[in-house]
């Protein structure tokens, strides 16, 4: 109860709400940790944050400065990857408050020797903690301060020397020190970070017409998506297809014999979450999948779906992983009226928890242990929030470079829960934010708040659930706009392909859904189509990859434009700053005049810069805040200007290189 | 570790920062409890906050309801004053998702019966947690959903009765709640709420010529202060008064044989903290005073400083709670340069912290024991946090009615960090806060932030060591415009008197104080001077004593006005709306239009709305978010409207009544 602590830390950051969840970051890069930290009286304190891995026990100690308004802040760089842990601790410097204090006496020329001899008994203390010429400079120094045969201003002088404080601080006993409480982080991998995802649907993938695609088959689509500079691929679920109540093409209640249904209905005769629809190939061709990826600097994401068709091992084996109905049929998933038969969702109430959240972490087991280590997965948000606690959180331990998307389309407080119980990424609302105002406030929510904190978001124009009636123009200006915004408002982004570069906007009516939805039936896509975006998307992902700016999301700002129809935005890393210009009018040119913020662009308002625009082309010479620009959408939607003072003098960098 | 509980709570409100510290309110008024609250998939949630005084057993449960984004909030009244805590607990309802999907199915008709076979499973176990007559109708419900030979559209129509959800959710058993972290809050009472202080001097309260004012004397001056509207009578400390090192007049080094010293240089041989200063009275006068306050409607406050002359007892009974230096003598406080001899700080620090702690608290005791309950803290923030926390936690437990006020002039988080600790109120930085922006930021991050739920400004426009140099002017337009600010900024503020009504303002050459301190000698006030602002202090506090809206900060929201010399704000509580629109020019006259936020006021934007000025006088009739103002100053500074609308029919108040 009864303390001598002094000193008080609040507000620990990062800390995700009440401390119960771990923080997001990348390993090995610099991580910000920031507390209030104040002491009683005018005494000086000092403050270091203590970091760890998690299950071991040396702590590394990291000094904190003083930023203002009581505001304390450390860089800190967590390696390896995996979970780690973090408090901050602070206690009051008496001997730096001391030295403040004699230097202030001796500016107002009123040292005594008393005041000396306070200084004296101080570094005699310190001394004992000290070994070596640390302790022998700190008993020197005290003698020379209470040796009256000195004159008083040379005295003053060895006590206000600059040192003197640093020495001591070396080893100050930290006597009351007050520990903030502890909070986690989770060190990912850069991946997690910075990442450009690309889906297709296996079964499409063979270059001969009505023939089911396999795994081979994409292995000689790899040059292709690579070149276009992804480096995520990934693939709907690859698991057996349930045959009970298959839909059919366009989501028909009834399948044609030959209709290959959806690989979301997952399970049948052939197996369940743990085996390879036998027309796609087998675990060898996954395995040379992998590799092939690999080998294109690409990694392969599969699809985790947690749910089943009625023909799927687990009916049969585990009924009371599903709800069973009083007239002893199975609940299929509804949502009233809507009815979908062909999937059972699985009970999360069930009497049998233990064993299937066993079974289901065994799914990841399985195909980890094939090699695969990033998994979207399927609508999370209709599944326990402690069961994803428990299995990522075991996972990301086990294996701490996986990446796990979530694929949930919903509520925003909801897709920041499952972000909080493990998720590394989520799937987000960009594709419905197209004003000025929404995308502005929806970024500044998820960059500027504490959701920085946990929330990654990645951001798809399109997916095979979702058309929206902006791409169901057909556009290619819009799909322009889209793409440079997915690209350069957050790190992570991806899209479906190959119906998004070749602008397949064919939809059903009244729906922002595709019509003849590759999730029902087998495409063949010619992909040299000259109209492709193939180029563009390379450009984009050229910028991307050359540009830190715009590998990380914290340093996102909007800038005033007077257009509603434009919208300018920076991200910025050290020297790499990035200004980007989008016409959110897919039809009209829109000009404007700026009003940048000069201090984030870390642009001098009495000098001139320069802007190259790396994705039109051009260099402008700037000055200020004010700048007119302008852009037909027809010719580019978007400016992504590289932005240069004079005083900078790193490489430059040229992506049409 | 593996759970069944599917909601997830977060962000429950009022909880401070990390939740250690208890968030305030006021014992018997509404106090609104909210959290973010989701669950995995479609189903309907249910949740309520369970409340209780701290230290016993039964909750008391409040159903929450949903606000949209997820937001569920309730009102609670906390009951008897002291330390409550609360918890939210949410659970899945399965009777009300039934209800809701038998609606939907009905609507497509497309009701099974194994959809109402589901729900009499569901109205069974309800009735098992009922009994009576609700026990009856779940199972009579039940017989009939699942009786073939009655039609099923009529079965559907008990389904979805209207009551049925009521009832059945009066027995959720709520299986697999999820419970969150707990919240403390303290519930005060409402003089900690809204307060209006008035400090004099008691050794300057006689009547006569050259005489050493008396406790009795104070009772004499009471009509007068209670006619200004004042109910808490704060005195500063009454204690005897060190001799050793006494400071003269002006805080002169030296004193004067007759000078009678500053009464925060605590101690003497006639005794320290628990003891009257002999020329003021006895403890019988004391009582005497505080029996008087009480039949003014008043309170007396006493000043607790926790700091010692040099004569102290405390210095030689217990030495080791002071700083000892190595010559062996007693450090006295100090801001280098500047020394003050007359002053020994105690030592947090000290070994023999345990008896420390023990005879600091005992001084509240002492004082809390003749009937005191209203204290003023000198200085707090240069004592230690976990001191406070501790002594101001148990006092608070002991005598739940008691106010402690920081004087703390010092930076933001210090401040925070106190009232975190335990003090209801603070002296704030209202007095340096004069320009429309600074007023707009401070108190907006007082009422709208996270610190709206512990931290209570007290707003002073003067303190015996504080006289700014806009009351340096003696300007009387400028008095009544920063009284007007602290009585309808905040609902705690208070005065130096009768400095303030007297507008002395004789400062010391180039500082913000009075010169001829009143901390330093004895003064005669002639309060019936002509140009006393007695009657303006009477009004306002008599607008405030008939306006709930001015008795709470939370609702404080500023408006915009095209000149920032005039600041225009509104503070509302139900059909109580008021709006302040003050000149903050003191010479000249301002004018403007305002941009009224009409939601904010509860007016219709297409009907007139009428303000009466209850402080300048007049009624207006205005419409719409723009009206035409204009104040000079040498008339009024400020109009303090009461903003009615036609559809309002409570009576109007009359402050001139």
Redo the contacts between chains.
């Keep these: ?6 000193a ?1 830390i ?2 620990v950051r990062p ?1 995700v ?3 119960r969840y771990p923080a997001r970051t990348i390993a090995g890069q610099p991580t910000r940790i920031s507390a ?1 930290i ?1 002491g ?3 005494d000086l304190l000092a403050a270091v944050v203590r970091t760890r891995r998690q299950g071991t026990r040396a702590w590394t100690d990291t000094p904190m400065a003083e930023e203002g ?2 505001h304390w802040a450390a860089e800190v760089v967590l390696d390896p990857m995996g979970p780690h842990e973090f408090e901050v601790v602070a206690w009051i410097d008496h001997v730096a408050t001391w030295c403040r ?1 004699v230097a ?2 001796a ?2 020329d ?1 040292v005594e ?2 005041d000396l ?2 200084g ?2 101080l570094l005699r203390a310190r001394a004992v903690q000290a070994s070596g010429p640390d302790a022998e400079r700190l008993r020197r120094d005290a003698e020379v301060l209470t040796d009256r045969r000195q004159p008083i201003d040379g005295r003053v002088g060895t006590a206000t020397a600059d040192d003197l404080v640093v020495i001591a601080a070396r080893h100050d006993p930290r ?2 020190a007050t520990t903030s ?1 502890r909070s986690r982080i989770q060190a990912e991998r850069e991946r997690a970070g910075f990442s450009t995802w690309y889906e297709l649907f296996p079964r499409s993938a063979s270059s001969e017409p009505d023939t089911h695609g396999t795994l081979r088959d994409v292995i000689d689509r790899l040059d292709q998506v690579a070149s276009m500079g992804f480096d995520v691929l990934y693939l709907p679920p690859i698991h057996p297809i349930g045959v009970a109540h298959r839909k059919g093409r366009n989501n028909r209640v009834t399948a044609e014999p030959d209709d290959p249904g959806s690989p979301w209905a997952i399970g049948n005769a052939d197996g369940g979450h743990l085996d390879i629809h036998p027309q796609l190939g087998t675990l060898e061709d996954l395995q040379a999948l992998i590799a092939a990826c690999a080998s294109h600097g690409m990694e392969l994401a599969l699809d985790i779906a947690f749910q089943c068709s009625p023909d799927h091992p687990w009916v049969t084996e585990h009924p009371d992983w599903f709800k069973q ?3 002893g ?1 199975i609940q299929y998933a ?4 809507k ?1 979908y038969q062909d999937i059972y ?1 699985i009970d ?3 009497d049998d ?2 064993a299937l ?1 066993t079974a289901l972490k065994g799914v990841f087991d399985h195909w980890i242990a094939q090699g695969v280590r990033i998994f979207r997965v399927d609508n999370p ?6 069961f994803w606690e ?1 299995c990522l959180g075991e996972l990301s331990r086990e294996h701490p470079d996986c990446i796990f998307l979530a694929e949930a389309f919903t ?4 897709m ?2 499952l972000a ?1 119980r493990g998720f590394n990424h989520s799937y987000t609302y960009f594709t419905w934010r197209r004003h000025k105002w929404e995308i502005e406030a929806y970024y500044t929510e998820l960059f500027q708040t504490e959701v920085a904190d946990f929330f990654r978001p990645n951001s798809w124009p399109n997916t095979p659930d979702i058309l929206t009636d902006q791409l169901q123009t057909g556009q290619r200006s819009m799909y322009v706009q889209r793409l440079v915004l997915a690209a350069t408002l957050t790190a992570n982004y991806g899209m479906y392909g190959p119906a998004f570069e070749l602008m397949w906007s064919d939809a059903r009516p009244g729906a922002e859904e595709y019509l003849d939805n590759e999730k029902y039936e087998i495409k063949r896509w010619d992909v040299d189509q000259p109209h492709s975006l193939r180029e563009v998307i390379a450009l984009i992902n050229r910028i991307r990859h050359q540009h830190p700016a715009l590998q990380q999301d914290r340093t996102l700002r909007f800038h005033h434009i007077d257009n509603d129809q434009l919208t300018v935005y920076s991200k910025r890393v050290g020297d790499d700053v990035l200004l980007m210009v989008v016409n959110l009018d897919a039809w009209q040119t829109q000009a404007g005049t700026t009003w940048l913020d000069l201090d984030e662009l870390g642009v001098d308002p009495h000098e001139p810069f320069e802007v190259t625009d790396l994705f039109g082309g051009g260099t402008f010479t700037w000055q200020g805040a004010a700048n007119y620009v302008e852009l037909n959408p027809h010719v580019t939607p978007a400016h992504v200007f590289h932005v240069r003072t004079h005083r900078r003098t790193e490489a430059d960098f040229d992506p049409h290189a």
Tied chains: 1, 2.
């Design positions: 109860m009864v303390t001598r602590a002094r008080s609040q507000r800390t709400l009440d401390g209030d104040v009683d009286s005018h308004n009581d204090d202030k006496k500016a107002a009123t020797e008393v001899a306070v004296a008994a006597d009351h409480t109905r009083p007239d049929s509804e949502n009233p009226p009815k969702p999360f109430e069930s928890a233990d959240w948000h209709t599944k326990s929030f402690a428990w509520r925003p407080k909801v920041y829960e909080m």
